[in-house]
């Protein structure tokens, strides 16, 4: 199984709007719109997400959200809790929705 890690920059958005026409105006165009559901757990260490994405399927997603020494730690720590659960997943998808509703590879 493959592991991924990436480092992300998330802020609240309080006006939606504001940002759609900030981006249209550096001449951002909309390429793909991702409609999901998404149900969110969160325990101590890991966040459980399930997600439902039109015209591509069902995913989960367990991301590694504890203290650990560097990356290769904290998979360790995450494959722990991903193998006590006893489930069999599917393939491991590495690329994210947009992508994959677009056809691309990366």
């Not at 939606?16 to 559901?37: C, G, H, M, W």
Request: glycine share 6%; proline share 3%.
């Amino acid at each position: 199984m493959v592991k991924t890690h990436a480092d992300e920059y998330e802020t609240a958005v309080g006006d939606a709007e504001a940002i759609r026409l900030l981006l249209e105006s550096l001449d951002f165009q909309p390429l793909v719109t991702v409609d999901k559901t998404r149900q969110a757990w969160t325990l101590p260490d890991v966040e459980i997400v399930l997600d439902h994405v039109v015209d591509a399927g069902d995913f989960v997603e367990f991301e590694f959200k504890g203290d650990a020494e560097d990356v290769s730690h904290a998979i360790q720590r995450l494959d722990a809790f991903i193998v006590a659960l006893g489930i069999e997943l599917g393939e491991q998808i590495n690329k994210g929705y947009p992508h994959m509703l677009l056809g691309r590879d990366h």
